[in-house]
C-alpha cells in the first residue's frame, strides 16, 4: 500500500477520533446552560469534562498537524478557502477553554453569567461550523487554478447547514450521555431526557443527510464501484439506531459507545466517500486536490508514519489512563472544592 494511502486513511481515523472524543465536550457545553439550574449543578457539568477536555484538543492538532505534513498543499488551500469559519471556530475553541477553567474561579455574578456564556458560545459554534465545512469538502469547493470563489455565505448553503446540524445534534446527544454517566441523581436524568429528545432530531439529520448526499454531492460514486464498501455507512446506520435502542433502555454506557461508534463510522463514510479526493473542486475534477498530487514527499510519508507508531501508541495510552482514572461518578465532595 502506497503511503499516501495509508496517510489518507490516518487523515480521516485522526478527525473520526477527534470529534468521537471532543463531541461529547462539545455537547456538554451546549447543554450546560439548560440543565445547570444552580451553582451545583453547573460545577457538576464542568467537572465531567473538565479533566479531559484539553486531552481531546490534542486529536484537533494532531489531524491539522498530519493534513500540514502529509498533504501541505491541502492545508494551504483548505486555510485559505476556510479562512473564516476555521478562524471563527479557532476563537471559539480558545473562549470555551478559557471559560472552563476560569468559571470555577469566578466571585460575582457578572463573571460567572460571562464564563456560562462563554462555554456554551465556545461548544456550539464549533460544532455547527465543524459541520457545514466538512458538508462543503464532501460537496466540494469551488476553486480552479485562479483561485476560490467562494464567500462565507455561500458556504452556508442548504447542504452545508444540513451537515452543520447533524454534527451539532449529534454532539449535543453525545455530550448529554456522557453527562448522565460522569454526574448523580436529578441532573444525571436531565441529561438523559435531553439525550432522548434530540435523538430523534439527530436521526432525522441523518436520514435528510443520507438522502440529500445522493442529491448534493459525489459522494456515492465510490460505494457503487465497490459496494462492499456500503458496510461502513450500514454500520453508522446501525449504531444511531442501537443508541436510540439503549438511550431508551437507560444503557446509558452501551448508548454512549454506540454513539462514539456512530461518529467514526460517519466520518469514515465521508472519507471513503472522498477519495482520492482531499477537497474536491465543483467546478471541474481535474482541479480537485487528491491524495497524490497534493501529498509531501513519500520519503517525509515514510519519515511520519515512524513517529506516528511510536508515539501515537504513548496518546492512547495516556487518554486510556485518563479515562480509567476519572471514569466515576462526581460526589458532593469534589463539588465542594474550587477546581476540578
Not at 463531541?23 to 460545577?43: H, V
Not at 439527530?202 to 464501484?225: E, G, H, M, P, R
Request: net charge positive; aromatic share 18%; proline share 4%.
Amino acid at each position: 500500500m502506497e503511503f499516501q494511502i495509508i496517510w489518507f486513511i490516518l487523515w480521516g481515523l485522526l478527525w473520526a477520533v477527534y470529534f468521537a472524543l471532543d463531541g461529547f465536550d462539545f455537547g456538554a457545553g451546549i447543554l450546560y446552560p439548560f440543565i445547570s439550574k444552580n451553582e451545583m449543578d453547573k460545577k457538576a457539568v464542568i467537572h465531567a469534562i473538565g479533566p479531559v477536555w484539553n486531552g481531546n484538543e490534542v486529536w484537533l492538532i494532531t489531524a491539522g498537524g498530519a493534513t500540514f505534513a502529509a498533504f501541505p498543499t491541502t492545508y494551504a488551500y483548505m486555510f485559505s478557502y476556510l479562512y473564516t469559519p476555521l478562524l471563527i471556530i479557532l476563537f471559539a475553541l480558545i473562549l470555551r477553554g478559557v471559560a472552563v477553567e476560569f468559571r470555577p474561579k469566578a466571585v460575582t455574578d457578572t463573571q460567572k453569567k460571562l464564563w456560562d456564556i462563554g462555554i456554551f458560545l465556545g461548544s456550539l459554534i464549533p460544532s455547527f461550523l465543524f459541520g457545514v465545512a466538512f458538508g462543503n469538502i464532501f460537496m466540494g469547493l469551488k476553486f480552479d487554478d485562479s483561485g476560490y470563489y467562494g464567500t462565507l455565505f455561500s458556504l452556508l448553503n442548504p447542504y452545508g447547514l444540513l451537515v452543520g446540524l447533524l454534527f451539532l445534534f449529534t454532539f449535543i446527544v453525545h455530550g448529554g450521555l456522557w453527562i448522565s454517566l460522569k454526574v448523580q441523581d436529578t441532573l444525571a436524568e436531565k441529561a438523559m431526557a435531553r439525550a432522548k429528545k434530540f435523538w430523534y432530531v439527530q436521526a432525522i439529520c441523518a436520514v435528510l443527510f443520507l438522502i440529500l448526499t445522493a442529491v448534493f454531492t459525489n459522494l456515492y460514486d465510490n460505494f457503487l464501484k465497490l459496494p462492499f464498501w456500503f458496510a461502513v455507512p450500514a454500520l453508522a446506520v446501525i449504531c444511531l439506531l442501537v443508541t436510540g435502542f439503549y438511550i431508551m433502555k437507560n444503557k446509558r454506557g452501551r448508548a454512549f459507545i454506540s454513539s462514539a461508534l456512530f461518529i467514526i463510522s460517519l466520518v469514515f463514510s465521508g472519507v471513503i466517500g472522498l477519495y482520492p479526493n482531499l477537497i474536491p473542486s465543483s467546478i471541474d475534477s481535474k482541479y480537485s486536490l487528491t491524495l497524490f498530487n497534493s501529498s509531501s514527499s513519500p520519503y517525509t510519508l515514510k519519515i511520519m508514519t515512524i513517529v506516528i507508531i511510536i508515539f501515537v501508541p504513548i496518546v492512547l495510552f495516556y487518554q486510556a489512563w485518563t479515562y480509567k482514572t476519572f471514569m466515576y461518578k462526581i460526589t458532593e465532595k469534589e463539588l465542594k472544592e474550587e477546581s476540578y
